[in-house]
């Protein structure tokens, strides 16, 4: 019971970071009119969000695996001919999930605040290169995410 209410937290967070990357993060730091603040502006912004996926995304990825062990228990001898292959499914694209949500935030996102805390000068077109592998890193998040959610859900019936 309690690995299902911190699954469900986790997920609310991960999801609410996701959002409103996407929502508020990305369109408030194009808005701005200097670019030099659009640099520092990301980066603070990244800095807090990065962390904050991954965190939440590791606990989601935990609190499922405890309750699979706990399925498994309940279905016995039948877990492979009730189960196998939709949740074989939902953890495929649960991977693709945990894949892209670690690409933006480690391999775009912290590269880039690592990059701006250290001096380098980020010039515009490399920002707009960052902005766009974000953003369409975003997209897939969001679909993984809908996807695997779906597929979780048709488990429960």
Do not use: C
Not at 22 to 35: F, G
Not at 40 to 56: D, E, S, T
Not at 105 to 113: E, I, K, M, S, Y
Not at 139 to 144: H, K, N, Y
């Amino acid at each position: 019971m309690l690995y299902s209410w911190l699954h469900l937290i986790a997920l609310i967070v991960f999801l609410g970071a996701v959002v409103g990357f996407w929502l508020m993060l990305l369109p408030s730091a194009v808005i701005l009119d200097n670019h030099e603040d659009k640099v520092r502006f990301l980066a603070r912004g990244l800095k807090f969000y990065n962390p904050l996926q991954v965190g939440a995304l590791g606990i989601i990825l935990f609190s499922g695996a405890f309750q699979l062990t706990e399925l498994k228990a309940a279905y016995r001898e039948t877990f492979v001919q009730q189960l196998a292959f939709n949740l074989g499914i939902k953890l495929l694209f649960a991977f693709l999930l945990v894949l892209v949500s670690v690409y933006q935030a480690l391999g775009v996102g912290h590269r880039f605040v690592k990059r701006v805390e250290g001096g380098d000068q980020v010039k515009p077109d490399e920002l707009a290169s960052i902005v766009r592998r974000l953003r369409s890193a975003n997209w897939l998040i969001l679909i993984f995410a809908a996807i695997t959610m779906w597929l979780g859900l048709r488990l429960r019936q």
